[in-house]
């Protein structure tokens, strides 16, 4: 099923929910920008190398997967048969006019067990892979939809060198904000960037792992949760050609059997 990529008008007042599945078809121009934060062209995106479709659910799903595989579940808490200390009755039932008691290690009592506490458990489950393949796909595309991508048309590197990369991020500009001062330039430093090389750039790497909201990974390495958690989205020419490479080797059926 279909539907447009945009909600339709409020009717009497109640705004339309939103389409959980998005089927993008005209194609999407993305901007390519020199070091300097200038434009130098642009590329035209075809939705089908991503899949052509964006389903909320499946990237929810995926999230959700990749969230929960990531919780180490060694929570613990003592019961009162765990709970060191004696057994023995505090004082006697009758004669006292306090109200009846037994064990110290009672969850009533500071320092006694716990009811029902959290005990280990392992929170790991898995996914298709197909879904799993075709929801990164997806985040890929709605970075260019939502106009959150931009390609880099060379980011190279001598040496290990932070300034670099953050000079690199301060030149290219995303919009304007108001300021008490009038309207100010907001750049990619302000906001939290993923960067996508077509392999392990060393360089880069360690460039950019010092500096706050930047993330560098290989195009091989991308996953729904790490595309969508960033806002930004910056790919060089040459993993943007990885990234369409990945998506003309699925199979139209496997990309539709996955939503």
Do not use: W
């Amino acid at each position: 099923m279909s539907e447009n990529t945009t909600p339709s008008a409020p009717e009497n007042g109640v705004q339309a929910p939103v389409a959980r599945l998005i089927e993008v078809k005209d194609s999407i121009t993305v901007p390519v920008v020199n070091r300097a934060g200038q434009e130098v062209g642009s590329i035209s995106i075809d939705p089908a190398e991503f899949g052509g479709k964006i389903s909320r659910q499946l990237m929810h799903d995926v999230v959700l997967m990749y969230l929960a595989n990531q919780r180490a579940g060694t929570h613990h808490t003592l019961r009162r048969g765990q709970v060191a200390g004696s057994t023995k009755k505090l004082f006697r039932q009758k004669g006292t006019g306090n109200a009846r008691v037994g064990t110290k290690r009672t969850n009533k009592r500071r320092g006694g067990g716990t009811a029902k506490g959290p005990k280990p458990r392992d929170y790991e489950y898995h996914l298709p892979k197909k879904a799993v393949k075709a929801a990164t796909r997806m985040a890929v595309l709605s970075k260019f939809l939502d106009k959150q991508a931009v390609i880099l048309d060379e980011l190279v590197l001598a040496a290990p060198k932070t300034k670099e990369i953050t000079g690199v991020l301060k030149a290219i500009k995303i919009g304007k904000k108001a300021t008490e001062q009038g309207e100010k330039d907001v750049t990619l430093a302000d906001t939290t960037v993923l960067i996508g090389t077509d392999k392990l750039d060393v360089n880069v790497y360690k460039s950019a792992r010092n500096i706050e909201g930047v993330k560098v990974l290989p195009a091989a390495e991308f996953n729904c949760y790490t595309v969508l958690k960033q806002k930004r989205l910056v790919l060089t020419r040459a993993a943007l050609e990885a990234l369409r490479a990945f998506g003309k080797a699925v199979a139209p059926a496997e990309a539709n059997a996955a939503v």
